[in-house]
């Protein structure tokens, strides 16, 4: 029988985290578009330090 720890509200933060930078390197431009998407959200929402480097986006990935 396996045993999973319970993800703690402070954890999802990061796992959220670890999840959208995972993914950024994905072939799938699909993927890579709802992981930087999803990047962008997390900023805002966690008041991450990252601000004015990060825009969402609708297909198109731009260096800013």
Sequence with gaps: MTVHQKIRPKDVPGTLLNMALLNLGSSD???????????????A????????QLLE???KLLNV
């Design 29 to 43: 431009p699909n993927l890579r578009t709802a992981a930087y998407n999803q990047l962008c959200a997390l900023t």
């Design 57 to 59: 986006t609708s297909g």
């Design 45 to 52: 929402t966690f008041d991450l330090k990252i601000e004015g």
